[in-house]
Structure formats: structure tokens, C-alpha cells
């Protein structure tokens, strides 16, 4: 019997911007998906939604999709979510987004204020742990 190892997630480049090509913007471990922080650079490069945490907030799931997807599993599969945010008046309207994004079924989560993200125009990173359903 051999250990499990984890497995390096990278996206279609198409559709996802990866700035340090040693990054790992998830890793697969057996069924479990880690999906490491995502903020809201679209597949250039560029910022989205500059001043706008809603429309980074979609950028930045459309970037958490990208990963999950490189391994057969959707945002549908995601079993802890966790949200970084600068400015606590950004809250709600970031909760109220991601409702909207995940309907019925928000996985479970906490959203996080912190001093300042790595890019002061960032409003909102997200990272996210999936399981990747069996066939």
C-alpha cells in the first residue's frame, strides 16, 4: 500500500490567470479539493470590479469554479468556504452575492475581516475546501 499524495490543481490558462507558475491554485488530495485563496483577477490579469466587492465576488467564485473544474467538481461540491474581507461594511452585501450565487445551498463557511489583502484594490479573497463525488 502506498501513501496518498496530494496532487497539484491547475486551471485551464484560458480561463484562469496564474501569476507564479510554482503556485498551486488548489491541490486534490484523494477526494478532498483545496482551493487556495482567490481574488478577482480575471483569466489577463486584470482587476474586476475595482471598488465593487460584489462584482469581485463573482470574478472570484468564476476563479474557484476554474479550479474545481480542473478536477470534475463544481461549486456544488464545495463543503467549507471561507472569506477574507477589508471592510466590514462590505459584509452583507458580499453574503447577500454569494446567496445569490449558490442559491438554496450555501456551504458552510466564514467570512473573515482582516487589516489589508496582499493588492489594496482587492476587496474580497475566497478560499474553499470540496469533496469530489465518486461516479
Known amino acids: 500500500m502506498t501513501d496518498p499524495q496530494w496532487e497539484r490543481v491547475v ?13 498551486s491554485p488548489g ?3 484523494e477526494d478532498l ?9 480575471d483569466s489577463s490579469g486584470a482587476l474586476v470590479g475595482k ?11 468564476d476563479n474557484v469554479a476554474s479550479v474545481l473544474e480542473a478536477t470534475g467538481a463544481t461549486l456544488a461540491d464545495i463543503i467549507k468556504l471561507t472569506s477574507y ?9 458580499m453574503l ?3 446567496r445569490e450565487r449558490f442559491g438554496g445551498r450555501v456551504p458552510p463557511s466564514a467570512s ?3 487589516q489589508a489583502l496582499p493588492d489594496p484594490d482587492w476587496l474580497v479573497e475566497v478560499d474553499a475546501i470540496a469533496v469530489r463525488r465518486r461516479p
Request: charged fraction near 20%; proline fraction near 12%.
Open 33 to 41: 479539493i483545496f482551493v487556495s485563496g482567490q481574488v478577482a483577477r
Open 96 to 98: 447577500e452575492a454569494r
Open 51 to 61: 471598488g465593487d466587492v460584489v462584482a469581485q465576488l463573482h470574478q472570484v467564485l
Open 112 to 114: 473573515v475581516i482582516v
Open 27 to 29: 491541490a486534490r488530495f
Open 11 to 23: 486551471p485551464d490558462p484560458t480561463r484562469y490567470w496564474l501569476p507564479n507558475p510554482a503556485a
Open 85 to 93: 474581507l477589508v471592510d466590514p461594511a462590505d459584509l452583507r452585501p
